[in-house]
């Protein structure tokens, strides 16, 4: 697999995504605490169209969030058919390897 293959598992572009997420999560609950604490006069209309606005664009990121979760997944799936594929003895002798220490770790009890 080349290098700049986009189909790379745990590429820069998720761990930026999920930085990216947590920066947003962090300034989502600054928001909620700023307007819980705001102290001005504001009916209660106001408040309410404030809150669902923020609920909104919380539901889109975590509807993002989730999208790319999903597509994370799919890229590892691919490239571990893809490992398999092209070493099918390395793949062999790691599964073997995982079936054992299971295997010794289980046979203790």
Not at 15 to 35: P, T, V
Not at 76 to 87: L, S, W
């Amino acid at each position: 697999m080349e290098p700049h293959d986009s189909t790379l598992p745990f590429s820069t572009d998720g761990e930026h995504g999920s930085r990216r997420h947590a920066r947003h999560q962090q300034r989502w609950l600054d928001e909620l605490d700023a307007i819980l604490s705001d102290e001005s006069t504001t009916d209660l209309e106001t408040f309410r169209a404030r809150v669902q606005a923020q609920l909104g664009r919380t539901r889109a990121a975590l509807s993002e969030l989730s999208d790319s979760t999903g597509d994370l997944a799919h890229e590892a799936r691919q490239c571990a058919e893809t490992y398999v594929h092209d070493r099918p003895w390395h793949a062999l002798t790691m599964a073997a390897g995982v079936g054992l220490a299971v295997g010794v770790l289980l046979g203790r009890h």
